[in-house]
T-cell receptor, first 115, second 113 residues
Framework: GAGVSQSPRYKVAKRGQDVALRCDPISGHVSLFWYQQALGQGPEFLTYFQNEAQLDKSGLPSDRFFAERPEGSVSTLKIQRTQQEDSAVYLC?????????????FGQGTRLTVV | QKEVEQNSGPLSVPEGAIASLNCTYS??????FFWYRQYSGKSPELIMS????GDKEDGRFTAQLNKASQYVSLLIRDSQPSDSATYLC?????????????FGSGTRLSIRP
């Protein structure tokens, strides 16, 4: 596709519900990043994939958060037993390369509200 | 200490003037540096990247990098009201064959007519 696509754009979940957020990166992009952005803050790194390999998951806040990219393209971020503090915008970004000079491009984000 | 530090602002600049945005980072092994612009309710948009010491110019934007001082800046010349946004500094702490892009908390810029 022309850009990074995320779905759904908005998600309201009841506390304790499981949610799955989808990211469709730019075609051919090797690297994929997930970020969490709270209101008024910068994006916080969650996890990084290089093709299908999850090379860094140091930013996942708890074991309720899980991400996968099984075929090296589409990625899913899953949050189990959602809590109110999980309310945020979840951003996905992709980049063509895997080295340090990679430029990352963002999707529109998914705004998650836990009630 | 946060890995990427920015003054949160707001920074108010008159239309037509130069806006100067600053950023410091803590990890000396950082390889590449980016500035993103984020309008309210929108996702970050890449506006500049810089990889080596010195200045890099693109239209009204100039990015400056000083690795010895661990300092990155963005200058916006001839500021326009449409430049009003939050500017995010980002650093790629790439290691081996992987990437890790860390963001600052952003500086809110307001261009007053």
């Amino acid at each position: 596709g022309a850009g990074v696509s995320q779905s759904p754009r908005y998600k309201v979940a009841k506390r304790g519900q499981d949610v799955a957020l989808r990211c469709d990166p730019i075609s051919g992009h090797v690297s994929l990043f997930w970020y969490q952005q709270a209101l008024g803050q910068g994006p916080e790194f969650l996890t990084y994939f290089q093709n299908e390999a999850q090379l860094d998951k140091s930013g996942l806040p708890s074991d309720r958060f899980f991400a996968e990219r099984p075929e090296g393209s589409v990625s899913t971020l899953k949050i189990q037993r959602t809590q109110q503090e999980d309310s945020a915008v979840y951003l996905c970004a992709s980049s063509l390369g895997s080295q340090g000079d990679t430029e990352a491009f963002f999707g529109q984000g998914t705004r998650l509200t836990v009630v | 200490q946060k890995e990427v530090e920015q003054n949160s602002g707001p920074l108010s600049v008159p239309e037509g003037a130069i806006a100067s945005l600053n950023c410091t980072y803590s990890d000396r092994v950082s390889q590449s540096f980016f500035w993103y612009r984020q309008y309210s309710g929108k996702s970050p948009e890449l506006i500049m990247s810089i990889y080596s010491n010195g200045d890099k110019e693109d239209g009204r934007f100039t990015a400056q990098l000083n690795k010895a001082s661990q300092y990155v800046s963005l200058l916006i010349r001839d500021s326009q009201p449409s430049d009003s946004a939050t500017y995010l500094c980002a650093v790629n702490k790439g290691y081996s064959s992987a990437s890790k892009i860390i963001f600052g908390s952003g500086t809110r810029l307001s261009i007053r007519p």
